[in-house]
């Protein structure tokens, strides 16, 4: 079982920037397909960003505001995000794929006050 932790939402004004974390119990150099994706209140989950080994595919809302990445010396993906407005709030889910079968972490919410 992979467990899946995402962290560093918060509370922002308009024009603000965050950095969200998404952590792994198993070793991230096997995961060759993630993404994140966000769901606002009585709205469907969306695409946020998806990741297949250097290919990156972002929703055109995000696109030149949001940046993904990794580290895996940390084990650890990233959504870098700036110049956030307030239709970007909702909880964010790091989705990753591993041996085959795909693991959803808890999410963490994204606030953007106008």
């Known amino acids: 079982q992979v467990q899946v932790v995402e962290s560093g939402g918060d509370l922002v004004q308009a024009g603000g920037s965050l950095r969200l974390s998404c952590g792994l119990s198993v070793d991230i150099s096997d995961v060759y397909l993630w993404g994140w994706y966000r769901q606002a209140p009585e709205k469907e989950r969306e695409l946020v960003v998806t990741v297949a080994a250097e290919n990156m595919h972002y929703a055109d809302s995000v696109k030149g505001r949001f940046t993904a990445s990794r580290d895996n010396a940390k084990n650890t993906m990233y959504l870098s995000m700036k110049n956030l407005k307030p239709e970007d709030t909702g909880a964010y889910y790091c989705?990753?794929?591993?041996?085959?079968?795909?693991?959803w972490g808890q999410g963490t919410q994204v606030t953007v006050s106008s």
């Open positions: 989705h990753v794929s591993w041996r085959g079968s795909g693991y």
